[in-house]
């Protein structure tokens, strides 16, 4: 296979409601697609980064830049490029993950397609669905969050991740334990505490969280190994867990008893399968993150859950738990999961009509 066109699309997507961590408030997302065309089929990738460097390194305007100056132009010269050999050709790039993760999807949809296989097929899916969970942004107010969390209860979602703070912790877990009982409930803190917190974290011992994830800096490997002995709310890393051998070092430190797999975080989908497979073998409980993604990366994100690894449900939300119009046909709640795609490619593909009333930029890059 050779890449003969690839085109950087930047599309405006309006989030329904604020979205606010420890880190931003987000009410739209800047999104970067990367749609390719090869000599037997076309496909389509999704970068997760977001307009600033402050969930990662990366963002949006800089990922498009090193896709057009330096990533595209290397994989361009390959001429029997397949989707597995992406991230060796792109390897002499340091960094960039989620711009590479992009790329790397774009080709594997084109492979996948060309070939007649969906992407669940091609990971080894065991699941026809996945469960869903949602992720719950900070609120202005306890009464507001509880009203959050009860229209997702009612909505069928099977479990509720509740971003955290310094300030916005303790009680709202609590008000959240105390209305809804046992449901199953974690918390995401995005590197927002640091080890000298450890007493206070422990306080979140009483309310029997499924986990809490990333509660330290994203570097900070050594010291959340320290933190799961202070506390017995099992440790899920996310940010820090940037590769394979990431996981496996946070492993062999007793860092993670919970890791979070998100494909553009590790630099595409076949790494995040090859730490889903490093878990499965060393009993570490996996599940699958979410960058709010448009219908493209959700496609994905659910047929990689659908490995038999994945033993907690993810951040797998409707479309409309974001948009109100997705850029592809929305991906709707079935008693609480999401089906997976057994369609050609990665599971999605854009509606032109929608997506040409949202396209913001389009940049072809020839080979």
């Not at 697609?33 to 089929?41: G, K, M, N, R, Y």
């Not at 590479?100 to 492979?111: G, H, R, S, T």
Request: aromatic share 6%; charged share 20%; proline share 6%.
């Amino acid at each position: 296979m050779k890449l003969t066109d690839v085109e950087l699309v930047r599309v405006a997507m309006p989030l329904v409601s604020p979205f606010r961590t420890s880190f931003s408030t987000q009410t739209a997302r800047d999104i970067l697609l990367v749609h390719v065309t090869t000599d037997d089929a076309e496909g389509w990738g999704e970068c997760v980064a977001l307009s600033e460097p402050y969930y990662s390194p990366e963002y949006v305007g800089g990922a498009a830049d090193v896709l057009e100056r330096f990533l595209v132009p290397r994989l361009s010269a390959v001429t029997d490029l397949t989707a597995e050999t992406v991230a060796e050709v792109l390897a002499p790039v340091r960094g960039h993950r989620m711009a590479k993760a992009a790329l790397e999807m774009a080709v594997l949809d084109a492979q996948l397609t060309a070939a007649g296989a969906s992407l669940g097929q091609y990971f080894g899916a065991t699941r026809a669905t996945v469960p869903a969970g949602v992720s719950v942004g900070i609120m202005d107010s306890i009464p507001e969050l509880l009203d959050a969390v009860a229209g997702y209860l009612a909505e069928g979602y099977l479990r509720i991740k509740l971003k955290i703070e310094p300030g916005w912790d303790v009680e709202a877990v609590s008000a959240v334990r105390e209305r809804f009982g046992d449901i199953p409930l974690q918390v995401d803190a995005n590197t927002a505490y640091t080890l000298a917190d450890a007493p206070h974290l422990r306080r979140l011992d009483d309310f029997d969280l499924l986990l809490i994830e990333q509660p330290l800096g994203e570097e900070d490997i050594r010291q959340h190994a320290e933190l799961a002995k202070l506390i017995s709310t099992p440790v899920c890393l996310d940010e820090s867990i940037v590769s394979a051998e990431a996981a496996a070092d946070a492993i062999a430190l007793g860092a993670a008893q919970v890791i979070n797999i998100k494909p553009g975080r590790v630099g595409g989908y076949l790494e995040a399968r090859r730490i889903h497979d490093l878990c499965r073998a060393n009993g570490i409980a996996v599940w699958c993150g979410g960058m709010l993604e448009t219908g493209l990366g959700r496609a994905a994100n659910i047929a990689l859950a659908a490995l038999p690894g994945f033993n907690l449900p993810g951040d797998i939300s409707a479309s409309d738990r974001f948009y109100a119009t997705d850029i592809t046909a929305p991906f709707v709640l079935v008693d609480g999961h999401q089906v997976v795609p057994t369609v050609p490619g990665i599971g999605a593909s854009p509606l032109p009509d929608i997506m040409d009333e949202l396209v913001t930029e389009r940049r072809w890059i020839t080979s």
